[in-house]
């Protein structure tokens, strides 16, 4: 990502915060969207595409894969819309169908999977992290590992879900949480200690 | 790694960004998935269909009904095409001779086609040129009576006009007979 794209994605954020507030806060975003109104829906998707994305990217580690996801989510959500009940915030929603939605993109078969695990493998990696050479070889590293610690480690250590919340959003028992966790912890150890990775 | 390491790394995974701007922006491609009618389970093609059939159905009623209903005596409006026609007739109305003409070199020419028809076919046009000739009897009897009956003129017109495409296409006849404007 360049400087100058990132500041327009931030003066684009900007506005459209600017542009939420005035017409009344997300709560009214959510009832116009509810009642197919795409431009409110817009001003959700301005919202919440960030951080959507980045979670898609963080998942699937490469790039083209991670705005299909996003897009995806979306549509889902615009279609799951008269389901969201406003008991937890619209972006952690947001989250579990992000979720679902890499998932189920890469349930869709075998040759898929392998086909993304084989892209993540030959992808080299937007860098994520612009200002710290640590952090950047942390999230390169985590781009590497395998799918599924790679999945548990993005949910727990990096947005802090629990054992048995990763485990409920990725269909896997919080035990299995847990033993993908300790082999992505293992995996980055040892791949970060051939990088240099200060203690 | 040590414990030590192993507490920066997840302290440096919890420390990694949350939110990153797409390289492009998503949204045209959402919006035009969001806006496209449904299609498949919800409305099944046949379904499309049989309205569609309705539609046309509907359609061509009201048109024959607006058809008809601008034949009422109070609101005829004759076509411009007509107006040739109409002339013939008003107040004073009769055919032309050269229409009277083409039409009975018409006749001639059918009755030697119907010769040659196998004896259904022919029974069956017969017949209907005979309901429309007698329309047309009937039609012109009550001009007779009321000869600026802008109605009855243009009814009578449309008879004569369904007899020749009759007699046209029994007889195969070409087309110059009819875009003659001596009728």
Known sequence: MTALSATVNNDTLAFMVTAVQEVGG?????????RRDSKAFELLYRQNVDRVYALCLRMTSNVSEAEDCTQEAFIQAWNQL??????????????????NAVLGRMRKSKREAYRLEVVA???????????????????????????????????????????????????????????????????????????GYRE | MTDTNDDKLLRDAANLSRSIPPERDLWPGIEAAIEQPKRGGDSPSWLYQAAAVVLLVVGSSGVTYITLKSEEPTSVVAPEDLFYERAAFG????????????????????????????????????????????????INAELAKDPGNAQLQALLLKTYREELTLMRRIGDLTQSVISRNDI
């Open chain 1, 121 to 195: 493998e030959n992808t080299d990696p937007q860098p994520l992290e612009q200002n710290d050479g640590e952090l950047r070889d942390l999230s390169e590293a985590i781009d590497r590992l395998p799918e599924g610690a790679r999945h548990v480690f993005v949910l727990h250590a990096v947005y802090g879900y629990s054992h048995v919340e990763a485990g409920e959003l990725l269909g896997i028992a919080a035990g299995t949480s847990k033993a993908q966790m300790h082999r992505a912890r293992r995996l980055l150890a040892q791949q970060l200690a051939e990088d």
């Open chain 1, 82 to 99: 008269d389901k969201f009940r406003g008991d937890s915030a619209f972006g952690t929603w947001m989250h579990r169908i992000a979720v």
């Open chain 1, 26 to 34: 997300e709560a009214s975003l959510i009832d116009r969207a509810k």
């Open chain 2, 91 to 138: 107040s004073s109305y009769s055919l032309g001779p050269g229409f009277t003409d083409a039409r009975g070199g018409l006749a001639a020419k059918l009755e030697a086609q119907l010769d040659r028809l196998p004896p259904e076919d022919r029974a069956e046009i017969e017949q209907n040129l005979r309901l429309i000739r007698d329309a047309i009897d009937e």
